[in-house]
Structures are given as structure tokens and as C-alpha cells.
């Protein structure tokens, strides 16, 4: 059995770091704030909800909004602490990656973009798997964002820190 080359792709840490600076960046759009370390480890899980639900962020944009999305979308709970569990490892790493090679910046126990480590922006366009990810990434931290407490992101999603 060989592995896809997309499936090595996106759980490089490199990639991973390019999804955790893309939530950051939406974030910062939202609340020009930091995103807090411990919401990077539910937005991957997120990002990377299994397509067996189907596309669960078709006909959702930046207004949608964490709430509305996730009452849209109550499939998305179940097993949801078991993927964050099993994700864990590879967001470490990939903050481990995007801090070291400056993809992303630790500011006030949050993160931001930094650009210093890219030598260009990636160009994955939308329809390209990859480019879809980086999208649903940057429009779920501008969701995350609008969310009062951290607690309150945990609590909707059954999960504790």
C-alpha cells in the first residue's frame, strides 16, 4: 500500500504551520489579538474534519460565525475529542515548525503570522485541496475570534484543556 503524496503533504508539520498561521491570521482580522495556544489545538481538528460528514464549510463564509456554523453542524461533535486527542502531536510539531522557521510568531501566549520565514505566500488556489484547507483555516480563526472566552470554544465542543 503506498501513501498519496497529498496525505504526506498535509500532515507535514510544515503544512500544518502554514494551516496554524492562516487561523492566526484570521484571528488577527477579527480581534487584531494574538490567537491563544490552546485554541490552535481545536482548530486544526476542525479544519481537518473528516470528509466522510461531508463539506461541512459549503455555503459558509466570514460572517457565519462559530456558533451558527457548529449549530449548522452538530455531525462535527461526535468523536471530536478522540480527533483533537489524536491531532495533538502533530499541531505540537507544527507550532514547534512555524516558530522555528518563522512562519509564526509567539506574542502575549498567542500567535501571529510572521512573514519573515516565507519567501512568498503559498498559491494553492481554493479548488486545490490544499488552498481549501489554508481557506477554511483563515475564515475558522475569524470565527474562533468572535467567540467570547476560550472556555466557552471548549465547553460548545465537549472538550477540556
Known amino acids: 500500500m503506498t501513501t498519496s503524496i497529498d496525505i504526506l503533504a498535509m500532515t507535514n508539520p510544515a503544512f500544518g504551520a502554514l494551516l496554524l498561521r492562516a487561523v492566526a491570521k484570521g484571528y488577527d482580522d477579527f480581534a487584531d489579538a494574538p490567537v ?13 474534519t473528516p470528509t466522510d460528514l461531508g463539506d461541512v464549510f459549503a455555503g459558509s463564509n466570514k460572517r457565519t460565525g462559530f456558533v451558527s456554523w457548529i449549530s449548522r453542524h452538530p455531525e462535527i461533535l461526535p468523536g471530536f475529542a478522540k480527533r483533537t486527542k489524536a491531532l495533538g502531536p502533530y499541531v505540537v510539531d507544527s507550532l514547534m515548525f512555524g516558530t522555528r522557521h518563522h512562519v509564526l510568531a509567539v506574542k502575549q501566549a498567542g500567535l501571529r503570522p510572521d512573514v519573515e520565514g516565507l519567501t512568498k505566500e503559498p498559491g494553492w488556489s481554493s479548488r486545490d485541496e490544499r488552498g481549501g484547507l489554508l481557506r477554511r483555516a483563515d475564515r475558522l480563526g475569524f470565527w474562533l475570534a468572535g467567540v467570547s472566552s476560550v472556555a466557552t470554544l471548549y465547553s460548545t465542543l465537549g472538550v477540556r484543556p
Not at 491563544?36 to 481538528?45: E, G, I, N, Q
Open 36 to 48: 491563544p495556544l490552546s485554541v490552535t489545538f481545536l482548530a486544526v481538528p476542525l479544519v481537518f
